[in-house]
């Protein structure tokens, strides 16, 4: 018991450093805010009468596209670190990550390594299960049990999902960070944490809990690891990292040719999808 809230209290003041870290390496940056730009408009005189239904009618058009169409103000104190770790997380997928996983491809037939996600995804049914049931979609929490069930028997330890295409059973994708965010817990400033990506504080801390139920990471006295130390967990996870990529390779080079800004867009593309899958 000691020994386990010994390695909670290191986690915890690891993540309190992490963050004030990022603090500190967001405060050197300089704030940008978004302003809205005032405009003097001279009236002109025109031709034809209008009468002042039709200015009304106009004028609250005006309004309501403005409201549709007004920049979202991002509250970003760590765009300075965000910035150079969004570059940093680039230049690691292309150089490292996008290669190994186009070599893994050519080794691993499309058939074996679906059933390596089925297999990875199957695994995360504690961390679904927690989630839904925190949320009270206790219905859901059914379904992604008999889920387990199916694709642990019938699907020979989840390689396969007969759940999904016999049954016609969707897993139902929960995390903490969706809990808090369903509790009313905002996602505070963006984060963009190394080889991970983009994340916010709330979501960075969820990350723990998740963990703690997540067979993937080895934690002390549980019962059912999926592996027996840390170093496993690292190489475990670093596999299901390039198995997935191998499953999606020209995506993420798909979307940055929108990007004129690629930290923002990321960061906006992330914040918009949480938002919208808290809300689901």
């Given at each position: 018991?000691?020994?386990?809230?010994?390695?909670v209290?290191?986690?915890?003041?690891?993540?309190?450093?992490?963050?004030?870290?990022?603090w500190?390496?967001g405060?050197?940056a300089?704030?940008?805010?978004?302003?809205?730009v005032?405009?003097?408009?001279?009236?002109e005189?025109?031709?034809?009468d209008l009468?002042?239904?039709?200015?009304d009618?106009?004028?609250?058009?005006?309004?309501?596209?403005?409201?549709?169409?007004a920049?979202?103000?991002v509250?970003?104190?760590?765009?300075g670190?965000?910035?150079f770790?969004t570059?940093?997380?680039?230049?690691?997928?292309?150089?490292?990550?996008?290669?190994?996983?186009?070599g893994?491809?050519?080794v691993?037939?499309k058939?074996v390594?679906?059933?390596?996600g089925?297999?990875f995804?199957n695994l995360?049914?504690p961390?679904?299960?927690?989630?839904?049931?925190?949320q009270?979609?206790?219905?859901?929490?059914?379904e992604?049990t008999?889920r387990?069930?199916?694709?642990?028997?019938?699907?020979?330890?989840?390689?396969?999902?007969?759940?999904?295409?016999?049954?016609?059973w969707?897993?139902?994708?929960?995390d903490?960070?969706?809990?808090?965010?369903?509790?009313?817990?905002?996602?505070?400033?963006?984060?963009?944490?190394?080889?991970l990506?983009?994340?916010?504080?709330?979501?960075?801390?969820s990350?723990?809990?998740d963990?703690?139920?997540?067979?993937?990471?080895?934690?002390?006295?549980?019962g059912?690891?999926?592996?027996?130390?840390?170093?496993?967990t690292?190489g475990?996870?670093?596999?299901?990292k390039?198995?997935?990529t191998s499953?999606h390779?020209?995506?993420?080079?798909?979307?940055?040719?929108d990007?004129v800004?690629?930290?923002?867009?990321?960061?906006?593309?992330?914040?918009?999808?949480?938002?919208?899958?808290?809300?689901?």
């Amino acid at each position: 018991m000691i020994a386990r809230m010994r390695r909670v209290f290191s986690l915890v003041r690891l993540f309190l450093v992490m963050t004030i870290t990022l603090w500190l390496a967001g405060c050197s940056a300089s704030l940008q805010s978004v302003k809205g730009v005032d405009s003097n408009q001279s009236q002109e005189s025109v031709t034809g009468d209008l009468s002042s239904g039709e200015e009304d009618m106009d004028d609250a058009f005006s309004d309501e596209f403005a409201e549709e169409f007004a920049v979202k103000e991002v509250y970003d104190p760590l765009s300075g670190y965000n910035r150079f770790m969004t570059k940093f997380n680039d230049t690691f997928y292309t150089y490292i990550l996008d290669p190994v996983a186009r070599g893994y491809r050519a080794v691993l037939h499309k058939e074996v390594r679906s059933s390596i996600g089925n297999f990875f995804h199957n695994l995360l049914y504690p961390v679904r299960l927690v989630n839904n049931v925190l949320q009270l979609k206790f219905k859901n929490a059914m379904e992604e049990t008999g889920r387990f069930v199916v694709n642990s028997t019938i699907g020979i330890l989840g390689l396969f999902d007969p759940a999904k295409a016999w049954l016609e059973w969707e897993p139902h994708e929960e995390d903490f960070g969706q809990t808090l965010g369903f509790y009313g817990v905002g996602g505070g400033f963006h984060v963009v944490l190394p080889f991970l990506g983009p994340s916010n504080l709330r979501d960075m801390f969820s990350m723990y809990p998740d963990a703690e139920v997540d067979p993937n990471y080895y934690v002390p006295k549980r019962g059912y690891n999926l592996v027996s130390n840390d170093m496993e967990t690292i190489g475990l996870i670093s596999l299901e990292k390039v198995n997935f990529t191998s499953q999606h390779i020209g995506e993420y080079e798909d979307l940055k040719k929108d990007a004129v800004d690629l930290y923002p867009f990321l960061r906006d593309i992330y914040e918009q999808h949480r938002e919208k899958l808290i809300k689901e």
